[in-house]
């Protein structure tokens, strides 16, 4: 049975599901301040049309990594409908936070403030979704931590998921492919 879930519509991708473990996290301030964090940063003073938000960007993000992971998912034999749900939400739950992170001004200020101090904004969003407690205390879906979640934003580490899954000799690595790469949910929905 598929947890309760909201329908909300985007102007890219048209109707997408929010789960209720999903809306708990964006119903924090430590997201919904992604509403004010530009996507372009300053891109809208040249194009006035270009006004995109970290936060529809990681609503998109969240939709598209949830389809990739289900249709990378069919192509590996042998994965139980428990592995499967695991992953899907999993990854959903990467592109909902995957930016979480960022300052204002986006890429500026992790170039300009954040690197000053050895940090960038995926380190940040890891380090928030661990320990900011209104993330941390969210219930996830059976067999997903916040420390798992959390591992997967870190820029610069190898990926955490690299074990087999289900019976076959695929790892898990397949998944970052959709968190990584010329044709990530990231990139996809950006552009």
């Keep these: 049975m598929e947890p309760g879930h909201e329908i909300l519509k985007d102007p890219v991708h048209g109707y997408i599901k929010l789960y209720d473990h999903e809306r708990k996290i964006v119903d924090t301030s430590v997201f919904q301040r992604l509403r004010r964090?530009?996507?372009?940063t300053v891109v809208d003073y040249a194009y006035p049309g270009a006004v995109h938000t970290r936060f529809s960007h990681s609503l998109g993000v969240m939709h598209v990594a949830g389809i990739f992971t289900q249709e990378l998912m069919d192509k590996i034999p042998g994965i139980s409908p428990d592995e499967r749900r695991k992953y899907y939400y999993l990854m959903r739950l990467w592109g909902l936070v995957h930016d979480i992170g960022h300052g204002p001004f986006s890429h500026?200020?992790?170039?300009?403030?954040?690197?000053r101090h050895g940090l960038?904004?995926?380190?940040?969003?890891?380090?928030?979704?661990?320990?900011?407690?209104?993330?941390?205390?969210t219930p996830l879906p059976e067999g997903i931590s916040v420390e798992s979640l959390s591992s997967m934003m870190r820029s610069g580490e190898e990926w955490p998921m690299n074990r087999a899954i289900g019976g076959s000799a695929v790892s898990e690595?397949?998944?970052?492919y959709v968190a990584t790469g010329p044709y990530s949910a990231d990139l996809i929905d950006y552009f």
């Excluded at 964090?37 to 372009?40: A, D, N, S, V």
């Excluded at 690595?173 to 970052?176: A, D, K, M, N, V």
């Design 120 to 137: 960038d904004h995926e380190t940040l969003g890891a380090k928030i979704v661990s320990e900011h407690p209104d993330i941390s205390n």
């Design 173 to 176: 690595q397949i998944l970052s």
């Design 108 to 115: 500026l200020f992790d170039d300009e403030i954040l690197s």
């Design 37 to 40: 964090i530009k996507q372009l």
